[in-house]
């Protein structure tokens, strides 16, 4: 029976065992869990006590249930409650149960041991069973405490685990500080303070910035001592563990080292203030390239933005603050970035000066413009802080010489003279070496002939204005060639510019162009002749005026007798007849020049040989006529009376005036007669001119006509026969305006002539038009028979206003002869 009841007493202890197991299992889990909520994302802080709270509660718990395992084995499971709950559990009465235990341990005195056995084989014989269902309610206290510490386990052990799986990192971190407790009850470590810029060279009697990194604290002190002075200090706020502090004006070496309130310290660090590195000295010499003839140019350490030619050297000389690693110049970031982006690869542009101790020199030459900045280092490597003024510069290369043809400027008829006169302009930014004129033949079938140059020095000149002349004279020209020509300038570069003008062409004149020209000349003779007698009755009229109010101071009735002075000629009488005698001696003298004009013309014609023998007569004729109008006698009397004006008096002035009076008078009257024949001369030349340009482009026609046969290149005979249409246009113009000029002359016959010729030329235009239409058509038979039909078209044209010429010519000569008859 003892050893029954000792079993269900270690039942009982075993499962109060378990169930305090299960109790401390749950608590030490709701400690993890408790620690994974209270720790930071970042971990325990350094300096708390919370872990160690944590291990104190569930080291309490353990201690707890120990002191509830000694409980339990020394009072709640004594043998008196054991029996007392197996006596209940099994209903025997109370006390029966354990009074037999104490009898089978001792008999008390007087007690029978049969009956002490007996009472316990019956108390045996009602505890069968097993040792849980013997305990009774104290196997049912204990699985009530079993089933709450087993249901706080399985509530925080998921817990537990769905932290840890949510977040392992913050788990890791939470447990481990439950098991350094005492390790993060320590004080924190705080990092070293960090102090900027240390130990440097700074420009004497600048500010120095220090930056102090101090982070867990806010506040720090910057202690400072400069050489010979007294230590400083002064506590600044942090804002964020950063702090900064400016030394003013350091001047002298000075220690300074940063503390703060925790007893930290920074190292000492030292500040060497230095002079800076700065240019003292600079001079900048241009010397320009020779052909320039400038001057060489100098400059200090302000060098103004230059314009220099390509080609100028540069040479530099100076001395800086300090010793020198290397000196230059070199073109801005953003100057070479530009070029960069127009070009693939940009020139390197710089310039580098030797260095000898604090001195520097260097010559550069430069080709680029742009802005360019001047580079010193030290020979520690540390920049200059004070820079001259870039260096601007534009490069202005050799421009080309500029060369232009003023006179013809454009393309032209050859002078009936074959000597062309010309005007060139030439310049140049330095000047000019020479000019060359060329001049080449290029044939009918277009054979380029060999040129010929006429070389004209102009002397290193900037601007030139040259007067050349082009002298055909003896070129052997046929019909059908034309002259080409252009200019050449060359300057006095070193690799000369050269510039030429473009090519002008000369064409020279056909015997129907001569014969046009020689009509323009002698229509501008004849405008000539009108404008001198037009001055000449002009001069006449001031005259008569000038010697009416001589007259006048003449005149008896009006002197007086006793006043000599009146017959003296004042100053203003004096310029008056000064001035009329001149003036009619510039008339004389314009005279002369159109004489000139004329043996001129003559000249011209006999140097192209052009065959027209009555021409010629009549331009002699009317040089004969000029000269007989300004006689040298004349001439030579008015300047006897010219220098005498200062002699004369009233009378004579007044005797000279009426003579050149009447001189101008004749004068006027002869222009007038001259007028006519000038005109006539014009008229009958117009005459030539015309029937020579019909005579001309028959030839023109009748050729084509010729070429059209062979069939080739009909376009091309199109075009041409367009030509010869377009002339033909011109041609019946020239006979409109011929007609008009016959009608004011009263030439009736010659008119008619004229205007029987041009039916004849309208019939070869439409001919032309009718063969340029058949030849663009690809007929060409049919094209040459039109052309044929305007050919003869045009001759018929040609001879008639030949007749009429000729008819107009004899009609003059008839009237010229009557008209001496008449005088004789």
Request: with cysteine; charged share 25%.
């Amino acid at each position: 029976m003892v050893r029954i009841v000792r079993g269900v007493r270690a039942h009982l202890l075993g499962r109060a065992r378990l169930t305090l197991g299960l109790w401390l299992a749950a608590a030490f889990a709701g400690a993890l869990a408790l620690a994974w909520v209270v720790v930071a994302p970042e971990g325990w802080r350094q300096g708390t006590s919370v872990p160690l709270l944590i291990d104190v509660l569930v080291v309490g718990m353990c201690v707890s249930g120990w002191l509830v395992h000694r409980r339990l084995s020394g009072s709640w499971l004594r043998e008196r409650n054991v029996a007392n709950s197996i006596e209940q559990e099994v209903g025997m009465a109370p006390g029966v149960l354990r009074g037999s235990l104490e009898l089978a341990r001792t008999l008390p005195p007087g007690v029978s041991s049969g009956l002490a056995d007996q009472a316990a084989q019956d108390a045996l014989g009602q505890l069968g069973g097993e040792h849980r269902d013997l305990a009774g309610r104290m196997t049912r206290e204990v699985g009530r405490w079993m089933r709450r510490g087993g249901l706080s386990l399985t509530v925080m052990m998921p817990l537990v685990a769905v932290l840890t799986f949510a977040a392992p990192g913050r788990s890791l971190m939470a447990w481990a500080g439950l098991a350094r407790p005492f390790e993060l009850m320590a004080g924190p470590t705080l990092p070293a303070l960090v102090v900027t810029p240390g130990t440097v060279e700074v420009l004497r009697g600048s500010d120095v910035t220090m930056e102090v990194s101090a982070p867990g604290r806010t506040t720090v002190t910057v202690h400072w001592q400069a050489a010979g002075d007294v230590a400083l200090r002064e506590t600044i706020d942090l804002d964020g563990d950063r702090g900064t502090f400016i030394l003013r004006s350091v001047t002298a070496r000075t220690e300074y080292w940063v503390q703060a309130p925790d007893g930290a310290m920074s190292p000492r660090y030292e500040l060497q203030p230095v002079d800076p590195l700065l240019v003292s000295d600079l001079i900048v010499r241009v010397a320009f390239p020779p052909y320039t003839g400038r001057s060489p140019e100098e400059y200090g350490v302000v060098v103004p933005p230059l314009e220099v030619p390509v080609g100028s050297v540069f040479s530099f000389e100076g001395r800086a603050s300090r010793p020198l690693l290397s000196a230059g110049l070199e073109r801005l970031e953003a100057e070479v970035e530009a070029v960069d982006a127009q070009t693939t690869e940009a020139p390197v542009e710089a310039a580098e000066f030797s260095v000898n101790g604090r001195g520097f020199e260097g010559q550069w030459m430069p080709r680029l413009s742009g802005l360019y900045e001047w580079r010193f280092v030290g020979v520690e490597g540390e920049p200059a802080e004070i820079l001259p003024p870039p260096l601007g510069l534009t490069m202005v290369p050799d421009s080309d010489p500029s060369i232009s043809v003023l006179l013809p400027g454009q393309d032209t008829l050859l002078p009936v003279s074959l000597r062309q006169p010309l005007i060139l302009e030439a310049s140049d930014d330095y000047g000019l070496d020479h000019l060359t004129l060329v001049v080449y033949r290029v044939t009918a079938f277009g054979d380029r002939m060999t040129p010929v140059e006429q070389p004209m020095t102009v002397g290193g000149t900037r601007g030139a204005l040259l007067r050349p002349v082009i002298d055909l004279t003896s070129w052997e020209l046929l019909p059908g060639d034309t002259i080409r020509y252009f200019a050449r300038a060359v300057d006095n570069a070193p690799i000369p510019n050269v510039s030429e003008t473009r090519e002008y062409v000369l064409r020279p004149p056909t015997a129907a162009d001569l014969r046009r020209e020689a009509q323009e000349r002698l229509d501008d003779a004849a405008r000539g002749v009108e404008q001198l007698a037009n001055r000449a009755e002009e001069r006449a009229a001031e005259t008569e005026e000038l010697e009416r109010e001589l007259s006048s101071q003449l005149d008896p009735q009006s002197r007086d007798p006793r006043d000599e002075t009146e017959d003296r000629l004042d100053f203003d009488q004096q310029e008056e007849i000064r001035e009329a005698l001149e003036a009619q001696a510039e008339l004389l003298a314009a005279i002369d020049s159109l004489e000139m004009e004329m043996a001129e013309l003559n000249r011209d014609l006999e140097a192209t040989r052009l065959a027209d023998p009555d021409l010629q007569e009549e331009i002699r004729e009317l040089q004969r006529l000029m000269d007989e109008l300004a006689p040298e006698s004349l001439e030579e009397r008015l300047s006897e009376l010219t220098e005498r004006v200062d002699e004369m008096n009233a009378a004579d002035a007044d005797r000279a005036l009426e003579e050149l009076a009447a001189d101008q008078e004749a004068l006027r009257d002869r222009l007038q007669e001259a007028i006519e024949q000038f005109e006539q001369a014009a008229l009958e030349q117009d005459f030539r001119a015309t029937a020579a340009e019909a005579e001309e482009l028959a030839q023109q026609e009748q050729a084509l006509a010729d070429a059209m046969k062979e069939g080739d290149s009909p376009e091309m005979r199109a075009e041409q026969q367009e030509a010869l249409e377009a002339r033909a246009q011109d041609l019946n113009e020239s006979l409109d305006s011929l007609q008009e000029r016959l009608a004011e002359a009263g030439e009736e016959q010659a008119r008619e002539a004229v205007e029987q010729a041009q039916n004849q030329g309208q019939q070869a235009q439409q001919s032309m038009s009718e063969a340029a239409q058949q030849a663009r058509n690809g007929e060409p038979q049919e094209a040459s028979e039109t052309a044929q039909k305007a050919a003869e078209a045009m001759r018929q044209m040609s001879q008639q206003l030949q007749q009429g010429q000729h008819q107009m010519a004899q009609q003059d000569m008839e009237a010229a002869r009557e008209a001496l008859e008449q005088t004789a």
